[in-house]
Every structure is written in C-alpha cells, then in structure tokens.
C-alpha cells in the first residue's frame, strides 16, 4: 500500500567520529566528522547523540548549525560520545536558507555546469550564459560591457543593430548598414623590414605600412630586390617607406608580384638620405598595384 505520512528520505545511517578528546567542561562546540569528513546532518532531528550513554534531546540538549554541533551544557572530560546521522527520517523539516544567505564559500570552486546548462539573468531572461560544448555563448538581445564603476560604456552590441566599441566613453567604431563608421582618425604601425640577403619579403600579415632597412632612423645600406609578399590579403592597402643611407645609390628593384604603371618599373631616388614611398593594393594574389611617390620632401 502507499506510504501513509511524510516520505521518507533515502539514505544510510552514518556513525560520526568520537569527538569526547575535546570534552574539557568548557568547551560547547565540536565539528562533526564521518571517516575524518564534514558532516552535515540538517537539523538536530537528524541526529541520534549520546553523552555517556544517556540520549540527548535535540534542540534542548544540542543544535546543530552545517556541521558544528553545540551542547548546552558542556562535556565534562572523560564522559564517552556515540552519535549516529540518520540516513532516513520522517519528523526533520526541510530548511529553505534565508535571502542572501548563501555566500561564495558554500559553492563549489570551480562550479562546473554540463554542456548545454544555461544561467539566465533578469525576470525577462534578458541573458543566458552556456557552452555548447565547442563554444562559449552569452545570449541577449542588447549586450552592454561597461567599467567596473558602471559609468562607462566600453562596448554596445545590439541585435540586428550595430556593434560600438567605445574610447573614454566615446564612440569610435560602430558597425553600418553599408560597413563600418569611424569617428576620428585612425593609425596602423609601420612595421620594420631589414634586408636579408640583399632581399626584402614582406609578411602582409604583420602590417599594412612598412620601412624597409635597420638603424635609427631606418634607412636602406644596401641593394635591395623586393621578393612576393607572403600572406597577401586581397583588398590590403598601405605603403613601403624606403629611404637613402647617406652614401645612397642603393638600388631597389621588384618581384613581378608587384605591378606598375604602364608595366614600367620606376627607377627609385638614389640619392643620399632620398625617400621613396610604394603606395600599394593587393587586388588578386599575387597582383600588387603599386603607384610610386619619388623623392618625397619639402
């Protein structure tokens, strides 16, 4: 027939270690152990305790708080500790922990979730945080990353709307229906490229603007072949700074990689300290458009 009254609930007796080599007549509290483990019995209902050899009265006797257990009177040394955590019980209650009352301490550190477990945020569910098992995903419709003083914007993503990012709480890049939109200027590093060899191979892939030579300032010291670029990106553009030493006469000739004007290549500045600029487009690999500034100076 069907259980008449509370449910019982499934588990094992357990018998805590003997705690009585603390008995000392004055101390009232004791951390209750099973095979030299925390344990946590619920409530004093939980828990059978005998003080030499007397049951005690739970809650009048002894509480119980997580795992420390605290007698009302104090154990006197010498008297003998048995107790028992029940494993089943019909007459505990089930404790609902207070508002805010669950710290850090009391979750697992690492918390590990499965993959696919959600955590939601808001009563609308405004964002979910999960792993698919291959990447990390935060849902929301409207994302914001703000500073740790919450007065800042860093970064605004929108659904189907634009993507910001923000410099000292102002708008600098946003995402457009017709590609991006820019406020201010904008600045790519000029990568170094010495000569090795006599040749110049550019890596498309570390910089947009590079100068080519060694020393301070960069300049060339030797006869210079420029070899094809590795990692062309088509639609990359820049430019190649390439100035004189002192001596000058350096010579600097081009891969066919590179294409020119009328399929001439220019001859380059080769007087002392004279700097040349390749303004250049990677429009197909290996299809570099080049126009050439001589002599660059005031």
């Not at 477990?117 to 792993?131: C, P, V, Y």
């Amino acid at each position: 027939m069907p259980y008449v009254g509370p449910q019982p609930k499934l588990g094992r007796n357990r018998e805590v270690d003997d705690i009585s080599s603390g008995f000392n007549g004055s101390a009232t509290a004791f951390t209750l152990q099973v095979s030299s483990q925390a344990v946590n019995p619920g409530t004093a209902n939980d828990i059978v305790v005998s003080l030499g050899g007397v049951i005690q009265n739970p809650n009048q006797d002894y509480t119980i708080a997580g795992s420390t257990i605290t007698f009302t009177t104090a154990p006197v040394s010498g008297l003998s500790f048995f107790a028992v955590v029940l494993g089943q019980s019909v007459d505990s209650s089930v404790v609902t922990p207070p508002d805010g009352s669950v710290s850090a301490t009391k979750l697992a550190s690492p918390l590990d979730l499965p993959d696919n477990q959600q955590i939601r945020f808001g009563a609308g569910n405004d964002l979910t945080i999960q792993s698919d098992g291959t990447n990390a995903l935060l849902l929301s419709d409207l994302l914001l990353i703000k500073n740790a003083a919450n007065n800042e914007t860093l970064i605004s993503a929108v659904a189907n709307g634009s993507i910001e990012l923000y410099e000292d709480n102002v708008k600098k890049f946003e995402t457009a229906p017709g590609g991006v939109a820019l406020t201010g200027g904008a600045a790519a590093n000029i990568a170094t490229v010495p000569s090795s060899s006599n040749t110049v191979t550019l890596d498309m892939a570390t910089a947009c603007h590079f100068v080519i030579g060694s020393g301070t300032p960069v300049v060339l010291g030797e006869n210079t072949t420029f070899a094809a670029p590795t990692n062309q990106a088509v639609g990359q553009a820049g430019s190649i700074f390439i100035k004189q030493d002192s001596t000058g006469s350096r010579t600097v000739a081009f891969n066919t990689a590179f294409k020119f004007v009328g399929g001439t290549v220019p001859t380059m500045s080769t007087a002392g300290g004279a700097v040349d600029r390749v303004d250049y487009i990677v429009f197909a690999s290996g299809e570099i458009h080049c126009a050439v500034s001589l002599d660059v100076k005031r």
